[in-house]
């Protein structure tokens, strides 16, 4: 079911999901133990990512979404603070979110 859902995230928001790999049990890197962890991982940045491109406040294409053991980093530009503080309540709000690095740069 996770794999499905994912996949249809993926799809509304343009994201390829690569599923090779995921027949293994081998680890998978970036410091994660399980192939699991990982595909968990992705769930959440495509989540994210399909949350973003449905709020009209948050420009989806420029903050960069990644997650490690779910925490999720959010890097790139917003136009305004509230901007950068919706994209990060946004982020804490998708479910696996353990926590919510905020990088993004507010440009005037």
Excluded: W
């Excluded at 994912?6 to 690569?18: E, M, N, R, S, Y």
């Excluded at 998978?28 to 990982?38: I, K």
């Amino acid at each position: 079911m996770k794999h499905a859902r994912a996949l249809a995230i993926a799809a509304l928001v343009g994201v390829t999901v690569a599923t090779a790999g995921f027949t293994t049990g081998c680890a998978v890197g970036r410091g994660q133990e399980t192939t699991g962890a990982y595909v968990d991982d992705t769930v959440i940045t495509t989540a994210v990512k399909a949350k973003f491109a449905e709020d009209p406040t948050v420009a989806a294409t420029s903050i960069s979404v990644e997650t490690l053991k779910g925490t999720v980093q959010l890097r790139g530009f917003a136009k305004s603070a509230a901007e950068k503080s919706q994209a990060e309540s946004i982020a804490r709000g998708v479910k696996g979110v353990t926590g919510v690095r905020n990088d993004i740069i507010v440009r005037p």
